[in-house]
């Protein structure tokens, strides 16, 4: 069973290599990102799941992520 994990920035300078990183170590990732014109391209990955929330709405965050076993939740 793949252990999942969060990040939120998960499109931005840092957050690309965390989440190749994490791709590299076998992780599913849910890959919060701020909206859809962000550019996602190099993050499309069978073991990425994009979910697209503003932070300042991140309340609704839960409601997008099926996934509830989480190993960790980095905020970038």
């Given at each position: 069973m793949k252990?999942?994990?969060?990040?939120?920035?998960?499109?931005?300078?840092?957050g690309r290599y965390l989440v190749e990183e994490?791709?590299?170590?076998?992780?599913?990732?849910?890959?919060?990102?701020?909206d859809y014109h962000s550019d996602v391209s190099f993050i499309i990955n069978s073991s990425v799941n994009l979910v697209f929330c503003d932070l300042?709405?991140?309340?609704?965050l839960e409601e997008n992520i099926q996934a509830r076993d989480f190993e960790c939740f980095y905020h970038l």
């Open positions: 252990k999942n994990v969060i990040v939120t920035g998960a499109n931005g300078f840092l994490l791709l590299a170590q076998g992780y599913e990732i849910w890959a919060v990102v701020r300042k709405k991140i309340e609704d």
